[in-house]
């Protein structure tokens, strides 16, 4: 499984704006349904808060992955968002989250949806990786790095 066929460049979101759960998920969404004007963004951010009322996907060290499955959905979806402020997103471990990976799945996908949390909680393991994300300097940047990570992993 290839996180990068499910993450488009125009997914990446260098520089969130947001500072504010509910609303971090939305910015996170909205540059995957420009491409999927038949989704309505309520359904999917009422998805992605209700996952979030089971626990915070905020997984610690920095990191969250939200995630939910949609109806309308043919594949699995991955979106990006740096926030180099942090956001309070009820991390694990109490402290502000900085990397974002937003994943969207079919609703009946559940094997695939749990192969791609794991793969991007594996990537995601290494500081040194972490740490690049942090510094990358552009949109094409983050997803060439996301890519080489993505072949080691």
């Known amino acids: 499984m290839k996180i990068v066929e499910m993450l488009k460049p125009e997914y990446i979101i260098e520089a969130l704006q947001s500072d504010k759960k ?40 920095g990191i969250a992955i939200p995630h939910g499955k949609l109806a309308g959905l043919d594949n699995l979806i991955v979106c990006f968002g740096r926030s180099a402020a942090g956001i309070d997103f009820n991390a694990m471990d109490g402290n502000p989250v900085h990397l974002f990976f937003l994943l969207l799945a079919p609703e009946n996908s559940a094997g695939q949806h749990l192969k791609a949390l794991a793969k991007i909680s594996r990537m995601l393991k290494d500081s040194r ?23 080691i992993i």
């Open 22 to 61: 509910r609303d971090v998920l939305l910015e996170l969404s909205a540059p995957f349904l420009k491409n999927y004007p038949e989704l309505d963004p309520d359904v999917t951010l009422s998805i992605l808060m209700e996952r979030e009322k089971l626990g915070s996907t905020g997984i610690g060290e």
């Open 129 to 151: 990786f972490r740490a690049k994300l942090m510094e990358a300097k552009s949109r094409d940047e983050i997803f060439g790095m996301i890519s080489q990570q993505d072949d």
